[in-house]
């Protein structure tokens, strides 16, 4: 039977946290699907297809990682259609586990699916999409927050957009 787990979020845009986290999953399970879930009737910073291109871009060299996209979705039903037994989701510590608890369980609650949390690297502790886009919006440099590919899209789209 294969393995499969689900690495949900929203990925505006992907960092190097998500990164990692998607890199650990794919060591332990046989399949790892990235979910981009969006809801359509909010504009994020990047499209959806443009969110799967900048994760592919970071972990396109592993072969058991695919990025999928859902709109307006439960995270439940994403994971029974693509035969996901587990969700993956990183905890950069004490906060993220305050809001991520209730959703396991409740994900757990509406169809038995597991979440598996991993550690944060250190490393990557302070990182977020919103405060790296932040940093994006006031000129300020991403480097080693982000892959240079979304440091330079998110120059492009937050900040050169701002000077126009
Ligand atoms: O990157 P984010 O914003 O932390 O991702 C949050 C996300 C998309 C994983 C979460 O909001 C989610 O699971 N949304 C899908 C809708 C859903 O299933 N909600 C009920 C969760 S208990």
Do not use: E, I, T
């Given at each position: 039977m294969t393995r499969r787990c689900v690495c949900p979020g929203?990925?505006?845009?992907?960092t190097l946290g998500h990164a990692d986290v998607i890199r650990r999953a794919a060591a332990l399970y046989d399949e790892v699907v990235v979910a981009v879930l969006h809801n359509p009737a909010k504009h994020g910073t990047f499209t959806p297809d443009e969110r799967r291109d900048l994760i592919l871009d970071g972990?396109?060299?592993?072969?058991n990682v695919r990025v999928e996209l859902f709109a307006d979705r439960l995270l439940v039903d994403v994971c029974r259609d693509v035969e996901a037994s587990a969700i993956v989701k990183g905890l950069r510590g004490g906060t993220d586990f305050a809001y991520e608890l209730p959703m396991a369980l409740m994900n757990r609650h509406l169809t038995g699916v597991e979440t598996v949390f991993l550690p944060g690297d250190p490393r990557f502790e302070h990182i977020s999409s919103s405060l790296v886009k932040e940093v994006a919006r006031y000129g300020g440099d991403t480097s080693g927050l982000v892959s240079d590919r979304v440091r330079d899209a998110l120059a492009e789209r937050l900040h050169r957009a701002r000077e126009r």
């Open positions: 929203s990925y505006d845009p992907v972990c396109g060299d592993l072969a």
